[in-house]
């Protein structure tokens, strides 16, 4: 459990929140720039300090207990046991790749890791982060994706109780992005720690977050598991151009002929998906994005339509979104959906909260599989 | 025989001092370099001032004043005799500190660059990787400074063997105490024994020309490291 309360001032901006959040899983700390979002994450790691109070417990540890009178109590960098990943990776010059590496190990946060044996070893971190051939190099001469990849496989050998990201992927091109977030996603799978991960896109948002917290201007939005957040109609993300829900099913059955899997909303609702990897497993939960352009909505279920999912939903919500648009809130079982409907669809239909009508599902993206 | 007796105890003695003094410049210069690149403090810009007046100070300057601190009725040489039953005034231990004080800017200006070019941003990801204060000065601040260390140390070394005016103030030119080369050369010249001095001033002249040409190859004139894959 991570525990926070704390004002500070910087110049004119002022962030105060208090929050308290599991020690599992992903956090994603969303906000625009400015928001505050890596002042709160510099104060987490104890690179900086509230100017006004401020208290940070992280599990039974005392990280930070400054009172409005100035008496502080802190434990320093070096102990709380953490790793910081920045936007510009920090490695150290002097040092070959591999050195770098074997730093971390050779100060390891021990005792974090309760069994030392089974914690990925150099080997196995650098071939996931597929920097073997690297371990050679020097930081100056990696490029931006290179070295964001060995600054993140020295976080997780360091063996920290908790993971701190500042939007590591900023000025990064398309295909290291796109690798990094690969890596990322999977991450849960070799190491169970806590992850607190600062970023203003959506993308990342969505395919890594378990939950999230929304800062705006220097305070708290909302704090809620994923699924809530982008379904949410008095939160930006319904408003976006990418607006949709990340949802979670467990795989019921494989057709192998036609390369679906079916999946479990619950209650006997059940989604058919393309997935052309054969190696499900029952029961395996996975991670799915639903975008509410790609939803539309019947009375009638349709009998003849080449649309593979349809399911019968509830109108929980409807929030304009300008440009004659609405975004429409539905739940089925105990999934929502957005779907975004022009405002001309939605008189010829007299859709209202309450309705129960039937959803076309046109696309389901696989995200990732968490077991 | 290039060198008489005389000169060759001079030599010795002045390879002795300036080892000496760089080695507590050292000790003292570094730890007071780190702190001047970190510090916010008001009293920076005082104390980066004493520092820089032996640069535009005469030494003879510096040496009366420490003549003064020296004599036997001041309370710091009187605490030093008691400590070591021994004068400062012209002996070596004088020699000692004053080249101290003559040479501490040639280590603590340099080095402070140095240290201001390191980011703050590397030694909190040090720390957040575990290592204390004291294991990031050995694992990270030392090493990307080795360079800037061997230099300053080398030009502090070098100007301490060439110091004359403060040696000629509180030490004199007593052999084999406090005749330095510097000072040895200077009697052969008052003495008129040319052949001799041409010998220790080549000598000099051989010895600063050849630290300056290691000095400029370490603070990377040509740069040094360039790996390829």
Redesign the interface.
Known sequence: MLKCDLKTRLGDFLLQLKFSLPSDGITVIFGQSGSGKSSLLNMIAGFDQPTEYGSIHFNDQNWLALSPSGQIEKTSIQHRKIAYVTQAPCLFEHLSIKQSLQYAIDRQHRNTVNDQDSYPSLTDISQYFNINYLWEKFPEQLSGGEKQRVAIARAILSAPQLILFDEPLNGLDENHREQILGHLEKLQQKISLPILYVTHNMEELMRLADRVLVLEQGSLLALKKISDILSDLTLPFSQHQQAGVVISAKVHSYDEINHLIELDLGDNQFLWVTSPSTNHLADEEIRLRVYAKDISLTRQPAKDSSILNIIPVKIIGISESGAGQSIIKLSCRQQNFLARLTNKSIQKLSLKIGDEVFAQIKGIAILGSRI | MLFENNDITAIFLTLQLASISTFILLIIGLPLAWWLARTHHRAKILIETFIAMPLILPPTVIGFYLLLAFSPDNILSQTWENLFSSSLAFSFSGLVVGSVIYSLPFIVQPMQSAYERI?D??L?????????KF?QSL??IL??T?RATIASAALAFAHTMGEFGIVLMIGGNIPGETQVVSIALFEHVESMAYEEAHNLALLLLAFSFTTLVMINTLSGKTKPRV?H?
């Open positions: 980011p941003l590397t909190k990801t040090a720390a957040s990787l575990g290592a204390s294991d694992s990270i090493p990307m080795k790996r894959a």
